[in-house]
């Protein structure tokens, strides 16, 4: 099966620019996820849907973060206006979800951005 | 959530056998215990998980301790495309929260 794809794969802006991720999950997997990895540390859940519905966005900075998933598939990231200490991997990852524990995370290889 | 301690780094010799740890000593009775690893500049990769009996795949083996307070993910001959990080993780696949992780070097 085709992994889950994400663009770009780098970006690098300046501080107070915006810039948006976009991630397209394993057909037919009802759970996506934002996740942030800054270096050196183990990824942080930022956002959760369940089909186009949020189900977590309690980490989600929202004076600057923003998601979308566009009729329960693909999903897009923004942020505006970018800081300094937003520079990043982000993760896309997807899971068939639907309360079942045996469904592993599958992930993107993420798009590193880099604010300078 | 329950939180999970690992050792920073590891080193192993290739063809070896490889015993990483984890404690979780405040783990709840309906956690299961998640190992996923990250190559460089990849993405995690899920590589096992349990709830209470141990586990086998083609990849690892999972011990999982009696009291469920520790487990160890078993590497049974290391090689140098298995040097990554490797996470041990708490909870149900609806909420995964990553630690740091231990790095596990492979010596040829």
């Known amino acids: 099966e085709a992994g889950v794809a994400q663009s770009p794969r780098y970006k690098i802006i300046e501080k107070r620019q915006s810039v948006a991720f976009w991630c397209n999950p394993i057909s037919g997997h009802a759970t996506l996820y934002w996740y942030q990895q800054i270096l050196g540390q183990g990824p942080k859940l930022l956002i959760q849907f369940q089909n186009n519905g949020v189900v977590d966005d309690s980490q989600l900075p929202k004076d600057r973060f923003s998601a979308e998933r566009l009729k329960g598939v693909d999903s897009t990231l923004k942020i505006q206006p970018a800081k300094l200490e937003d520079s990043a991997v982000y993760l896309c990852?997807?899971?068939?979800?639907?309360?079942?524990?045996?469904?592993?995370?599958?992930f993107g290889n993420g798009t590193r951005l880099t604010v300078t | 959530d329950a939180k999970t301690t690992q050792p920073n780094s590891m080193e192993s010799n290739e063809e070896e056998p490889v015993h990483l740890p984890c404690n979780h000593s405040?783990?709840?009775?309906?956690?299961?215990i998640h190992w996923y690893r990250q190559l460089p500049s990849q993405g995690p990769e899920y590589v096992i998980h349990g709830l209470t009996s141990n586990v086998n795949n083609r990849m690892a083996s999972l011990a999982i301790a009696e009291d469920r307070k520790s487990s160890t993910l078993i590497l049974h001959r290391a090689t140098l495309r298995d040097a990554a990080v490797y996470y041990c993780?708490?909870?149900?696949?609806?909420?995964?929260?990553f630690g740091a992780g231990t790095r596990l070097a492979v010596h040829p």
């Open positions: 993780i708490l909870g149900g696949y609806n909420k995964l929260i």
């Open positions: 405040t783990i709840s009775g309906t956690d299961y």
């Open positions: 990852a997807s899971s068939l979800g639907r309360g079942d524990n045996n469904s592993p995370l599958h």
